[in-house]
Structure formats: C-alpha cells, structure tokens
C-alpha cells in the first residue's frame, strides 16, 4: 500500500519541443489534486444530506470502541470517489493521500484504505438495500432539480447533464499549501469556469 507520505520517482516525461524549449513533466509537484471541485462537491452533499441519510440507512456490526473510520465518513469518501469517476476501489490507496479528499470526507489524517472500503461494501443486506434504494432514489431525485435550479441558475450550466457537470466543475486541478492555521487550493487562474464555480459555492454557502 503506497504511502501518502512517499514520492513517485520523479522520472522525465518528455512531450517534444516547442522551438527552443524542450518540453518536459515530472511527478514532483508535492500536494496536488486532480479533484479540486471536490469540494464544491461535499458542500452539495451537505446541502441535500444525502450520504448522511445513507449512512444511516447502513447498519454497523463493527464494536464502537474499535471503529476508526465510520460508515458515514467511508461513503464520503466512496461517493465522491465515483462521481469523480474514480470506480475502481483501488484508486483510493492514492486518493486517501490527497489533501482534498481529506477535507471533503472531514478527516485531518487520512480516510480509510481500499480495503476498508472493500469490507464497507460487503455490510450491506437486503433490508440496507430497501432503505439505500428510498434514500438514494425518492431523497435524490426530489432534491437534484430544485438544488441544480438553486447552484446553478442563470449559468449556461443550468441544464447541463451530469458528465458535463462533472467535467466542467469537479475535475479541477488545484496546488494544495498547508499551514498550522489554513489549507488553501491554489486555482488556475484562467479556468473558464471559474464565475460558474465561484457562484455555485456562494449559493451552496449561503443556503
């Protein structure tokens, strides 16, 4: 299992020249995400509560005392995992090292391991089954169009489907700094889509 605190080696990537420049990439930029709308995506799951209502939906066999991730922060991370197209359960024993799926699932060390994720998978029955299908199914469906209405009214977004949703406003690359007092995403400065997001997360905050 990789280590969050591990470099990949930091080989060249040679992509050709640009007249006099050699053009060349290097997996050394440290904290980094791919994923930066991630959080404009956690701040949307706060809004319906609906990973909050699966997660009760879900019954835990584990002892308390002995519990270190919980049903509610795994499916967090599971969700999130999937709607930034991550399905592989695999994914997450380098996702769980990106600062931004930290602090999407509310964790300041790292969320569980693929395994972990495995066995989560593995709880549910027939009854979790029936309760999941009323939560992700009526809750979702009486949520999404009001909510989208909400986030994204008068955008050219407001009728998007979700693969262009997704594309447009979570996968987002963003340079992650942190300090004693603040975590901080470093955006490009000249995304297109930076007025979309900018007044989705007023609107998501301000709810």
């Not at 699966?54 to 999130?80: C, F, G």
Request: glycine share 6%; with cysteine; charged share 25%.
């Amino acid at each position: 299992m990789p280590n969050c605190t591990a470099e990949i080696e930091a080989q060249r990537l040679e992509f050709g020249r640009l007249g006099r420049h050699v053009i060349e990439g290097r997996f050394d930029g440290g904290n980094m995400t791919s994923d930066a709308g991630i959080m404009l995506l956690a701040k949307l799951d706060q809004r319906l509560g609906l990973t909050e209502a699966a997660s009760r939906a879900i019954a835990d066999p584990r002892e308390p005392s002995k519990v270190t991730h919980s049903i509610r922060d795994m499916l967090h991370q599971r969700v999130y995992g999937l709607v930034q197209g991550w399905e592989d359960l695999n994914s997450h024993a380098q996702l769980r090292c990106d600062i931004a799926y930290q602090v999407a699932v509310g964790r300041e060390d790292e969320p569980a391991s693929a395994p972990t994720l495995c066995r989560l998978e593995k709880l549910g029955d027939r009854a979790s089954a029936v309760k999941l299908h009323e939560v992700l199914v009526d809750q979702f469906i009486a949520s999404f169009k009001r909510l989208r209405a909400i986030v994204l009214k008068g955008t050219v977004l407001a009728n998007a489907q979700i693969s262009t949703l997704r594309d447009r406003l979570l996968k987002l690359a963003a340079v992650i700094t942190r300090n004693t007092r603040r975590i901080r995403l470093h955006l490009a400065s000249q995304w297109p889509s930076a007025p979309i997001f900018q007044s989705a997360l007023h609107a998501l905050n301000s709810g």
